[in-house]
């Protein structure tokens, strides 16, 4: 039964690194898309404001997609989730709501909440590498402790 369970989980875990792979190609293929889009279609300017954002946008979104990437191929390797590559995914998923944000259509209460999510996890990230580093960290030059 135990086999069968992980022979179900990496059979999962294949398929997923199978469909982020195609979101990747095809975020990647928009991107073109909307970069050819921008520059027969708009003015310089135009571009800059209508184009622009929206790329960085589908930019960020790719970043987060390879670390998901980075995520799930760590836990075929290991078979251990790495919690500090999560973080920093959820960190910069929060990141990019932050720079893509627009404040005129928004309210106080959605800023607060994104300021408060982005110290969250910044504070959870810290703690993560304050407790791991101590454990693991090794003098230059000097052998590991057995």
Same mark, same amino acid.
């Given at each position: &039964?135990?086999?069968? =369970?992980?022979?179900?989980?990496? #059979?999962?875990?294949? *398929?997923?690194? *199978?469909? /982020?792979?195609?979101?990747?190609?095809? !975020? &990647?293929?928009?991107? *073109?898309?909307? =970069?050819? %889009?921008?520059?027969?279609?708009?003015?310089?300017?135009? *571009?800059?404001?209508?184009?622009?954002?929206?790329?960085?946008?589908?930019?960020?979104?790719?970043?987060?997609?390879?670390?998901?990437?980075?995520?799930?191929?760590?836990? =075929? &390797?290991?078979? /251990?989730?790495?919690? $500090?590559?999560?973080?920093?995914?959820?960190?910069? !998923?929060?990141?990019?709501?932050?720079?893509?944000? $627009?404040?005129?259509? +928004? #309210?106080? $209460? %959605?800023?607060?909440? =994104? !300021?408060? &999510?982005?110290?969250?996890?910044?504070?959870?990230?810290? /703690?993560? +590498? !304050?407790?791991?580093?101590?454990?693991?960290?090794?003098?230059? #030059?000097?052998?590991?402790? $057995?």
């Amino acid at each position: &039964m135990e086999r069968y =369970l992980k022979t179900l989980q990496r #059979g999962i875990i294949y *398929f997923t690194l *199978f469909i /982020i792979s195609i979101l990747l190609v095809l !975020a &990647m293929v928009d991107v *073109f898309v909307k =970069l050819y %889009d921008g520059f027969v279609s708009y003015t310089f300017r135009d *571009f800059i404001e209508v184009q622009y954002p929206q790329l960085i946008d589908v930019f960020l979104v790719i970043i987060i997609g390879v670390e998901l990437l980075e995520t799930i191929k760590g836990f =075929l &390797m290991d078979e /251990i989730l790495h919690v $500090e590559l999560v973080v920093l995914v959820a960190i910069i !998923a929060t990141s990019r709501k932050v720079i893509v944000y $627009e404040v005129s259509k +928004k #309210g106080i $209460e %959605d800023i607060i909440s =994104l !300021a408060v &999510m982005l110290v969250a996890l910044a504070v959870t990230y810290w /703690i993560i +590498k !304050a407790s791991y580093g101590k454990k693991y960290r090794v003098k230059l #030059g000097s052998k590991p402790k $057995e």
